[in-house]
């Protein structure tokens, strides 16, 4: 162990165990918890060498592996409880991401959710027994998030009561579903629905690909993968281009629409349901943003502790670089935000099984506010957590650029949330929609209540109207407070929204582009939402912890991602009269302060995230400290090192050598 | 040729070819650029796979192939001019780097600077012939910014006239040398000289690493690649452990220092001169910021031209995505800086040459200036153009992700300026240094010249001091206007860090601690005084401009740049009392009109970069618009596509389907 981090262990003022119970839950589910860590850490078959070290193909062909053994390894040891699962994979996949990834959380829940019963009966045996190997086809070369500009074609054939199905563009050749290029023999793909001479708007297909005897692409189906991606190596994303392929008539998965026989469309009941697994996904990827933001952290603080560099005070050794306040800023506000999502995470995912239940009784009311709660959120969260990634990276100096790091694996894994799953800004202005749609209620006379009740005319009355009117009533170091000041400031930015769309209406311009013409302020207004809710809920969670000493040093955090936040939106917060400039020295002389308080407790913080190393995969971020001899080590398994020279010196610098 | 980009560029209202003369200096430095580029891209032995679809060890064999034969052809054309050198390069490396960088960048120059008369001689025709292959070994596992900390011992035997070369820690090794893994046969190593039982700091050594015949490691060389990085892959970052090597007493290089024969070392004169290539990359780093920022932009907008997505106007056609406020407010600003950066590394490229004709004339007058300058700058720009690359990749949706868009390529082989040549913390952190100590010597009364005038005290003076006695000098349509707010701003943040240090000072802490202590001011500091320089220097851009037309189009993006720096940094202009809240207000509305005012010009400003197909290596960046055929084509050349049926399939998937 290294001295260093081991003095780091001993100054701290809290009980590291207890922390990591309330980020598990319980006692009970970090027990749980590690038993699974140990199936997957001890079990032999899921040792592989550095992913780094292996070219693509090799890298597909150690996922595909992974996943086979998992799921023969699921049933042995009975695991079953979704989140178990997840907590299987976690370990497994480290930082990458699965192969067979869509068929668990695309396929299947689309097969139980919208085949009919005859259907059922088919098509979950095969897929249960993975004879049906799928994934999820929606998003073409030209078209994504507008579902409606899809154009792959389902057209009914009366005559043979089937589905021909088309790709009539190259913008129309599916692109980007995980699992699609080599492993899927199955598809559902998404399509517009011809019948009868009319189009029925879009409809889900089952489309074979391959043979389920040798996997061969069927005659019509051009599939493959779509090429090197910016982290996902070992994930076959890929494209598909139907060239007049038939399909039987029950191969469109008939739950709610149905074709007839004759061609007959008949229309769903209802088009309402699907909107729950879009929130439950994008409450997941919150909760994905607070521990790539955690690993990262833990790897950046533990290398800070070891690291020696340069000097504070001449003749003295080289101190470690924790002891830098700019290294401090750099990394105690994203220990704080990473903190901050876990609880969120946490908290999304209680509100979600709570609607869940209140859905399959039939009500329905809360779920516009969680829809919009977890689009902006998502955003909010991803954009941060990506951006702290590649600070925490930064942090590590030159040796954060090393895939030994773990941290460029992070990053590219993670960023993509940014996009997917509902591309960031849409997202924001999705949650905008909401609000504003809330705001105007509350201004026609309509009593808000849930999250937004902040925009009641009520509450708004409450609030400063110019700097000269500052009621200073934020107090900086209190955490209630400072709720408050992101609640009004939230509540003014939606205003401020608003009224940029009645400015712009005013010059008789469309509804549409009003909106449009006041976009930024719309994503400005969703991300003093989303803020106000995390700080918010950062407040709340504090309210559950008994232990006085974890108490202690959380509130320390809450403290500091408030402070954080304020000063680096300082500008809003004076604008609106919220803060004072004193204030605002005050507020930065205090956050200086906050950070010298934690640096004793920063290493025990990550470490009640609680990774082990071989989750982890970090040389930096090790448990022991022991970063360099592991340096090292890894360096000379580096496959440029097979050989003592590389062909490319006979090749080229040897003649090079002989003809100047 | 995609009509809607056809379209874009019949709107523009500038003579997109007169802009690029502008940005490569003059009409003849474009045609000359314009000649090499078409010698590289005309060359069949240039050409190459796209490096996205090899191994690493494939990459590095395309690097050493490319370098070698760019060397006949520099020598076949008669090229000599580092300019021109330069240029060719870019063209044959796109976003990638040389195998033989070092070689040229370090181990030439340093050969050059440092040997005496009889080094020259031996050394100069070795290296020249790429005999001696070199590389520059400074940095070790444990030990970058701060040199006195690195460990390497050279220990001179008067016995048999021999330095004895030692790593005798593991943090001792050298680490990140590019070309010390695999390529080099000698070393330029950075070591503490023993001599006479005394240490004598710091010298440089020529150590020969492998046999000039068979290129095997030669005895007690220990050395290899450090195995893959974020971005460099075709590059052998190495590492190297010397045990015992000896290496003759003449292999020190002596132009400065000396030890004679008996042991007896022999101080330099004097150790300024190292200052200046220091400087000259630095300059260099602000301009790739630029060149790196404008590639990214082009690529986006271009994209963001033929991209059709989601509604405006319900019923209407998919809208080009440029047409989106917030996807304008993503790119312009960026454009604005990409053309800011390219001027700002125009302009230190000149202020180098004026002041290395200086400096040999043995005026040293303002290179501390220059220093201080460019250590910030490079910090400045650095950072915002990493992140800039990001926005611009993640502006293209899921496709940005893809390795065909060429964004992650930009991304990963430019964020490394962050952190070589000088952590970018570290490097405001010596602007800071420079603009305290300039604070200082103004308050005590010195009259202060060049760009840091605006801290005497005569113009402190004329600033505002608080709030409420606002003067609303700042006119928010006028960029001279606009420099001098930035000007202030930088004035005041240098005030409040110097008085952060004061404070510090009186609480009878050390003047080390009372630094460590306001860091986060003075890295503010150093940052408003860039953003200052950039601002001012655009400005002073324009004055040079004759042609309406361009004139018109700069003068928009100056002041979109101005101002949407004023609002990212709002607080700061709030707080210093710059700004008023309805001047905020105003802020933000101007700079929605000037993004609908560069829409029209969007396309043409990045037209004007001039950057051939062929270097951007971008599907989605493509001159003809034509993106999604190419996509296609593009992806079924990927490896994982030269099979229909991946191995995998039977090793794992057949396998498991039978086992269930």
Redesign the interface.
Known sequence: MNPDITRERENATFDVEKLTHILDGDIEKTKRRREIESLVISDPDFQSEDL??L???ER??AA??K???M??KL?EYGISDPEEIYCYKSVFRRHHHEALGLHFVMFLPTLYTQCNEQQLKKWVPLAE???A?GTYAQ?E??????LR?LETTATYDPATQEFVMNSPT??S?K??PGGL???SNHAIVLAQLHTQGKCHGLQAFIVPL?SMN????LPGVVV?????????DEV?NG?LKLENVRIPRDHMLMKYAKVEADGTYVKPPSAKLTYGTMVFIRSMIVGEAGRALAKSCTIAIRYSSV????????GEP?PQIM?????Q??LFPLLATAYAYKFVGQYMNQVYHRITGDISQGDFSELPELHALSAGLKAFTTWTAS?GI?VC??AC??H?????SA??DI??NF??T???EG????MM?QTARFLIKSYRQASAGHQLSGIVSYLNESERRLQPQ??SSRPTVVNVNDLASLVDAYKLRAAKLVEMAAKSIQQELQKRV?Q??A???????L?RASDAHCHYVVVKLFAAKLGEIGDTGVHSVLSTLALLYALQGI?Q???????T?LLS?PQ?SQV?QR??DLLAQLRPNAVALVDAFDYRDEMLNSVLGRYDGNV??H??E????????KT??????H???????A??
Not at 423 to 426: C, G
Not at 569 to 575: P, R, V
Not at 644 to 649: D, G, N, Q, T
Request: charged share 25%.
């Open positions: 780094n070290f070219s693509r193909s597909y062909d595909v592996k996943s086979a053994h799921i023969l049933r027994s993975f004879k190997l998003t070369l030209g078209h994504g998030t507008h500009g190259i913008t050749i692109w980007w290029g080599k492993t391959r040798t996997h061969i692409p493959g993968d779509i090429g090197p991606k910016f982290g996902f076959d494209y690291r020696h560099q340069s000097e504070i005070r001449p080289e002891d830098y306040q700019t290294q800023y750099k951006a590649e990276r930064m100096g030159g954060g650029y090393s895939r030994c941290l460029p990053y590219v960023v993509p940014c996009t997917y591309e960031n800004t849409v202005l110019s700097v469309s549409e582009d909106w449009n013409n006041s976009a930024i302020d994503v000063q939106h300082s500008g809003d917060f004076l604008q009269g400039v605002l930065s956050l200086k360099y001899e340096m090292f890894w360096a000379r398994r580096s496959p440029l090192n003592e020279v590389h062909e490319s010196y090749k080229y610098l040897k003649p090079l050598q003809k100047l």
